[in-house]
C-alpha cells in the first residue's frame, strides 16, 4: 500500500511529504481477509493531507485530499447564502 500510495504522491506532484513511511501514516484500515476477497478491496491509509483507498483488485483506486475545518464550520449548519463564492440575489 504504501509503495503505490508513494507512486501516485509522486506522480501526481501531490503536496505530500514523500516517501510516505509508516511514521507518516495516521490512521490505517485494513480489512479481514474474507471481506477484502468479497469486495476486492483492501483498505485506508491517511496522512496528514491525503487518504488513499485501496479497493478494485488491490489497487489504489482513488486519493482524497483531507480538510480539517475550524470547529466552528462543522457545527454550524451551511446556508448556501453564505457559501465562499456564491452571490445572492436581491430580488426587490
Request: glycine letters at 4%; charged letters at 20%; hydrophobic letters at 35%.
Amino acid at each position: 500500500m504504501l509503495c503505490e500510495a508513494n507512486l501516485y504522491a509522486r506522480r501526481l506532484r501531490l503536496p505530500e511529504a514523500l516517501p510516505i513511511t509508516s511514521n507518516s501514516v495516521t490512521e490505517i484500515y485494513v480489512m479481514p481477509p474474507k471481506v477484502a476477497r468479497r469486495i476486492g478491496g483492501i483498505g485506508t491509509l491517511h496522512t496528514t493531507n491525503y487518504a488513499y483507498a485501496f479497493a478494485r483488485s488491490n489497487h489504489l483506486t482513488y486519493i482524497t485530499r483531507l480538510v480539517s475545518l475550524p470547529l466552528r464550520h462543522r457545527l454550524d449548519p451551511v446556508d448556501s447564502a453564505q457559501k465562499p463564492g456564491s452571490t445572492r440575489v436581491n430580488r426587490s
